[in-house]
């Protein structure tokens, strides 16, 4: 692998930087960029990146209060390794590459999210599925620049294509458009297909679809046209971001569909309804989705989403054809049965949310988990049903206690998280949060542009 890194670059092409790409476990999109030989020199011996990538919140401070893993030193260096099947011409003068981190010794960071999610994949192999996912990406678009944006504490900001707030509105003014025509364009020139894009329910908001694929390059893609999104609002003068609640009004998720194969055939299928193993499947979601909140609902403001009536779901709950569930399952199709896991918000980290629900369906195939019966009505507002976690404490919580989710993600990614998300409440409560406003300038100047 390492003679072919050197050769590829030996031969010379016209970028003057190679920018190399990552996520963190708070999902910000992180890199740096070399020369096109100092990325030659040093690809396939590991390039040093600073363990704070993954040691800072999002306000920039080391977080504290819980043990740090092994790869957590005194600022320490981890190792980037680039997948060279994600070498693409950015722009001209421009190549990325997307990589994972490893300790020097070898073994994996157990919080690198795309090292997790692939760990994820490779077990559901053993076991004769290959995962089929898809994702729905929610933003927000505002008519200020950046600049704007942020002088205002990213508050009190003018929906962009005009106020409107009627899912699929087609009458929006052509700055919406231009916006997302822009957007797709750059998704056409560096590779990444999609699918669809609309207007989503609250002013200003977008619905764009990717074409769907296996979990890690649709997880890169993710990446990617979020990137891309944003250097297209720079270019325009535009903002836009993927906070859970941008604003006091609707909030915005990012919807994850999955179908698993065996012999070439979709395992969820059966022509008289869920098949066993799509069964077994919502019942291993179902069991791990209190503890599964916590990866899904990130941060303070994730659980701002949680109203009932309001389009995400509050209950841990499944239905057939069910949207007011948390797990709608498609049925009697043989191409196109599937899940759709409608908790994680638009600040969810796509790579661990991926590894978490692939964690739940492992564990109800395995433990062949039967759901409870479907829910038909609405499962809002129903005082029965089981909640989802509705704070980041007790989502927390609830993941450390679940066996079936630290046996598959393993006690280093489940301590570290819950201490981080414990670490995010206790900053919220010291530094200026207020937990009793719609919604804070704490967490629009927290979130807004991160993740």
Known sequence: ????????????????TVRIESTNHDGSFLGKNLTPRKFAATASS??????????LDLGNAPTFGFAFPEWRGHVSDVEFRPDMSTLVQWKPGLHSVIGDYWQAGGDPVGTCPRNLARSLVERLATRGFTACIAVEIEATLFQESIHEARAKGYQGLTPLGGSAGTAYHLAKSNDWVDYMSAVVRRLDEIGIEWEAWSDEDAAGQVELNLVPGDPISVCDNWARTRQVMREVAFDLGRTVTFMAKPTAGYGQASHINLSLQRNGANAFYDPDGPSDIMRHAVGGLLATMPGAASVMLPQITSYRRLVDLSGPPTTVTWGIANKSTAVRAVCG??????????VPGADANLYLAV?????????GLDRGLEPPEPVSDLAWCVPDL???????TKAADALKADTDLREQLGDEFVDYWVGT?????????????????????????RYFEFP
Do not use: K, N
């Not at 692998?1 to 003057?16: K, P, Q, V």
């Not at 089981?386 to 980041?392: A, C, F, H, V």
């Open 421 to 445: 998300r414990r670490w995010e409440w206790m900053q919220f409560h010291t530094t200026g949060g207020d937990p009793f406003s719609a919604l804070s300038e704490w967490e629009s100047l």
């Open 1 to 16: 692998m390492s003679e072919t890194r050197t050769a590829t670059y030996d031969l010379g092409f016209d970028a003057h």
């Open 355 to 363: 590894a978490t629900i692939l964690a739940g369906v492992i564990a």
């Open 386 to 392: 089981e909640r989802l976690p509705d704070t980041i």
């Open 333 to 342: 199709h043989p191409t196109y049965s599937r899940l759709e896991y409608r």
């Open 46 to 55: 590991g390039i040093a990146m600073a363990d704070l990538l993954f040691g």
